[in-house]
């Protein structure tokens, strides 16, 4: 073997090592990103599941409470919405829209009131209901996806049992 072969033998051997490495190199890539995307895909979707049916099983009807809610309790509750609504009857628009009567009242009942478009698509399609608004308050993303509302929500039932009592005397 002379030492131009020698050299060929040598070169070809570290070509395939650096093939090897590449290669390896390169399923250790395609290997590490398959399994994270993976499990970054099923995490998503078992929260959204999880939350969407459990969510939807947890909010019972409003009614049978509104038996026992207590009107005072819940105006104190109210204090949650002064911030963007006026209650009064005849009063102004504020972030939110006057709220006087708004129980029966028509989705986007506020003339005037820059409403978005997911609850103006509603106007006309039903009125505020107590089951509707228990819905809304619960969570309002949840009820009108778009909604201009930025407000977490009521999660206690009894706290919105007692606000939709409250809410229906103001008429
Ligand atoms: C951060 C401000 C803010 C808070 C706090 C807030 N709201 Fe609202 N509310 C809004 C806005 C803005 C709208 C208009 C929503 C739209 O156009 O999608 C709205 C709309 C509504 C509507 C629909 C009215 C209609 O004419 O269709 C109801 C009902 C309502 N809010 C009830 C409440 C109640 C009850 C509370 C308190 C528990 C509350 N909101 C707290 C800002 C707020």
């Known amino acids: 073997m002379n030492s131009f072969e020698f050299n060929k033998i040598a070169a070809s051997v570290l070509v395939a090592l650096l093939v090897a490495m ?6 250790d890539t395609l290997f590490h990103s398959h399994p994270l995307e993976k499990n970054v895909i099923q995490i998503d979707l078992g929260a959204t599941n ?4 459990t969510e939807k099983k947890e909010l019972q009807p409003i009614t049978p409470l509104l038996a026992s ?17 006026n209650f009064d009857k005849g009063g102004p628009n504020l972030t939110g829209p006057n709220l006087w009567g708004i129980i029966g009242n028509q989705f986007a ?17 039903g009125t505020w209901d107590v089951e509707e608004i228990n819905k809304f308050v619960h969570k309002p ?7 201009k509302m930025s407000f977490v929500g009521i999660a206690d039932d009894k706290d919105r049992a007692d606000l939709i009592a409250y809410l229906t005397t103001l008429k």
């Not at 590449?22 to 399923?27: F, I």
């Not at 809610?69 to 609504?85: N, R, S, T, Y």
């Open 22 to 27: 590449a290669g390896s190199l390169l399923s």
């Open 50 to 53: 999880n939350s969407a049916s």
């Open 69 to 85: 809610a207590d009107p005072e309790k819940g105006k104190i509750v109210a204090k949650k919405c002064l911030q963007c609504h």
């Open 109 to 125: 009942h506020a003339a005037g009131f820059a409403y978005s478009q997911d609850l103006k698509d509603k106007h006309g399609k």
């Open 141 to 147: 993303r949840d009820f009108i996806p778009g909604t």
